[in-house]
């Protein structure tokens, strides 16, 4: 144990710390990782090129793994939906009031911009695309930001010698001696100015979120009065519907939905997020969710009266491209049968 | 996850809930001849009984304290799982936070991670990669530390004036926990450093195993010093959505860097410069350049009670100001508290000597009649930094730093005991 004292009493000679020889006891604890494992795991690429694996992708292909796989949240042109991250634009911006900050007017290093879209995206389903998407996808983006031409061919090759035109746009922190004067001595204690006045109101923006606080201190007393009733409704109800439903499979079910989570909600206060609300799912007409902006191809599946039906749902989800070429959700599909007859009769479970 | 910091107006009534205190300024202490019937008369719960052990194995608080919870800001994320809500500051007293209402900030989602399904990996310039268990790291000797965490973006929606009216939106990116770890040393001196060579300009990148694999460079001399790598908080299990089983702690550090889930650690030669650490966790300053690297959290305090969640709702007489203190580069000092906007401060009672990167909860003892107060509170810290204005924070940083906003911040009481968040000269 006193070794690990000595710790704790050096943390301010942490300069002696790090050129003390490493300890010379090992506990003996965990084992080798093997090369494959450290293959798996060990994806992350630095701005000098390190880890970058061998591949290439080309504008063309990126403008269409991009629409199939990024365009729902980026936009297809990498300019942003709702509030999802714009990618492309704002040169030039960064010295004005509102900033926009994407890869191009931002992003110091193209190694961010690769490892990240290759570990972390797309939303919802990260670590799914090809070496050569990644590469394809990158190179839209930069195409997006006007820094290639549309023939451009993005590779392991050639990828420290796009100019990134922020890269020179960071410094360290430099706190201690920008900031310096914040190390006061003796703070001023009385008579430190003259007047003050308020100069802005946070009530005249009104951004703040409902709290329902007030409301709810009384709210217990009644919830617990309304309980038996509503649980007697409930129990009603609630048997035509559940002596169908299988629990390990809802079960199931619910595990699988995590998929879909990212663009779909289900369930008591959902809404439509990216993708529709989907409660009452199964047997609902076509493109039937007020307010949510289906794509042209789903309009057209509604007008025409179609229903989602078990066998329409379970070919829509295990490949919805296929099913509906041009469908704004961009989910590969489930391959596995099970997941489909899972997930199917989790939604079935959220009838309205 | 983009977040825009600024907020477009709603219609939205402001402050529904400012319920007059008037209802309950009656009490107590001013019963009727006949006496307060809360005592004259024998109460229900003075004479059948409660709830038998076992009514809860787990208990949650009482129902009476339901509006003590995270809330979000719903116009600053696309989507709940890629975003943040707010530790309810303004109504917790003391200094560690509760797990179950500390504030969550996921990237991909708060994963479910069993004990059995957890691996850690450390590899890169070390003697021997290895491969942990949960149960290997259990059998490490453990430190028990209590460190704040703060999101660097704690305050950032009001960089460019007032905007969000509660103590919680303005500073609820924070919490407090009592840690159980092992030093990130030992692990890294298990698989061997003699590889990396001069430790001192190299650097070990952590990261997460969800989805987003929320990845981090830190400089080799932090990971050596203080950096832990925790699986029990304030005395039980993480919650899951603060990284169960296991997560670093980076004391001081924007808490971006401590990571969840932590899933690998890796020694290398330079930083990754990882989304989060280019394209956001840097600081733009007013000419378009920026800073990189503000690992460090600034002395920050804000007075949590009053505050416009926490309203005075009792009459004339004695009043408690209380509120939160912290600093990445220390232990607080001291906390000085002023009613009049900054003109003139009063020293604040620490309700215990400040520690080592963790909060400190001070309190200002007052006799209010009912004067109309600007409450502001200032942080000292042990290397001698004092929390500067917001319009000294400007002056070098300009508008756009969305992040590490430590500014003085002022709360108007108004004369019927109600707050509410200003910007003063």
Known sequence: ?352 | MTMSFKGKPSRRAFLKGAVAATGSIAGASMANAAGDPLITQVQEWASGTGDGVDATLYGMPIQFESDVIRRNVEWLTADTISSINFTPIHALDGTITPQGCAFERHHSGAIELSKADYRLMINGLVDTPLVFTYEDLERFPRENHVYFCECAANTGMEWAGAQLNGAQFTHGMIHNMEYSGIPLRALLEEAGLDAAGDLKDKWVYVEGADASSNGRSIPMEKALDDVLVAFKANGEALRKEHGYPVRLVVPGWEGNMWIKWLRRIEVTTQAIESREETSKYTDTLEDGTSRKWTWVMDAKSVVTSPSPQAPIKHGHGPLVITGLAWSGRGSITGVDVSIDGGKNWQEARLGAPGTDKALSRFYLDIDWNGEEMFLQSRARDSSGYVQPSKEELREVRGLNSIYHNNCIQTWWVKADGEAENVEVS
Not at chain 1, 15 to 32: C, H, N, V, Y
Not at chain 1, 63 to 74: G, L, Q, R, T
Not at chain 1, 147 to 158: A, Y
Not at chain 1, 295 to 314: F, V
């Open chain 1, 1 to 352: 144990m006193s070794k690990f004292l000595k710790l704790i009493a050096g943390t301010t000679l942490a300069s002696t710390l790090i050129s003390a020889p490493a300890m010379a006891e090992k506990m003996g604890l965990g084992r080798a990782a093997t090369p494959d494992e450290i293959a798996a795991w060990d994806i992350d690429v630095a701005p000098d090129g390190t880890g970058l694996p061998v591949g290439s992708g080309d504008v063309f292909t990126g403008e269409e793994v991009f629409a199939e796989h990024c365009a729902i949240c980026h936009g297809d042109f990498a300019e942003g939906v709702d509030n999802w991250p714009k990618l492309a634009g704002g040169a030039d911006t960064l010295d004005h009031e509102d900033p926009l900050k994407t890869v191009g007017s931002y992003w110091p290093y193209l190694s961010t911009t690769w490892d990240y879209v290759n570990r972390s995206m797309p939303f919802g389903a990260a670590q799914t695309m090809s070496t050569d998407d990644v590469y394809a996808i990158v190179a839209y983006i930069l195409y997006s930001n006007d820094l290639v031409d549309d023939e451009f061919v993005l590779s392991n090759e050639n990828f420290l010698d796009v100019e990134m035109p922020n890269a020179s746009g960071f410094i360290l922190d430099d706190r201690e001696t920008s900031e310096a004067h914040f190390w006061k001595a003796e703070p001023c204690m009385t008579n430190c100015k003259d007047s003050v006045e308020i100069t802005m109101r946070a009530a005249v923006l009104d951004v703040t979120p409902d709290e329902g606080g007030t409301e709810e201190a009384a709210a217990p007393a009644e919830e617990a009065a309304a309980a038996p009733a509503s649980t007697e409704a409930a129990d009603a109800a609630a048997p035509v519907e559940q002596a169908a439903i299988d629990p390990e499979l809802m079960k199931k079910g619910e595990k699988v939905f995590k998929k879909c989570k990212a663009c779909h909600q289900v369930g008591e206060g959902a809404k439509s997020k990216t993708g529709p609300i989907l409660n009452g799912i199964v047997g609902a007409s076509v493109g039937a969710v007020d307010g949510f902006k289906y794509s042209k191809p789903m309009k057209g599946l509604a007008d025409s009266g179609a229903t989602w039906t078990e066998e329409e749902l379970a070919a829509f989800l295990a490949k919805p491209k296929k099913y509906l070429k041009g469908t704004k959700m961009s989910f590969a599909g489930l391959k596995k049968e099970d997941d489909i007859v899972a997930v199917t009769a989790y939604l079935k479970s959220f009838q309205n």
